[in-house]
């Protein structure tokens, strides 16, 4: 039986804000004998840490906000991911995808009747700000929630 050998990466973070000196490397063990450290965790904790930094910058930046609200919900959090979405649109309520995924995060966290109020809402911002796109689906995903009853 052949084991699989220990693999080890360095990687050399690309992207730091705050500082114009090199980037020190980040050690990632794919290995870890624990779940909660292995690659996914490490880049995932990452990111968050790294948007929570832009954010204290201006926290009222959309992109930033919307970014933290997917890395919520990729890792799970769905409310942490409602709560940047919806503070997304606070800033902008013209920002219609932020509507499509509040209520998709909205439906995985079990409050349908607050998904379809946002999927009103954000049908209502699409309209405003002419986007076909983001108006047809908003529209079915309007459908699917109504089939999910």
Sequence with gaps: ?????????????????T????????????????????L??????ERLEKLKKLLSM????TFVLYAMAQECFKQGDHA???DYYQRCIEADPSYCYA????AVAQKHA?????????IQAGIQAAHRA????????????????????
């Design 130 to 149: 002419k986007d076909h796109k983001a108006l047809g689906e908003l529209s079915t995903l309007q459908v699917d929630l109504a089939e999910a009853r």
């Design 80 to 82: 942490g991911a409602v």
């Design 1 to 17: 039986m052949r084991r699989n050998p220990r693999i080890v990466a360095t990687v050399f973070p690309a992207f730091q804000p």
């Design 40 to 45: 996914y965790h490490c880049v995932m904790s």
């Design 99 to 102: 509507y499509y995924h509040m």
């Design 58 to 61: 201006d926290p009222k930046d």
């Design 19 to 38: 500082t114009s000196s090199p980037s020190q490397p980040i050690v990632i063990d794919f290995h870890s004998p624990k779940p909660s450290e292995g």
């Design 110 to 118: 079990g409050q349908l009747d607050q998904a379809r109020a946002t």
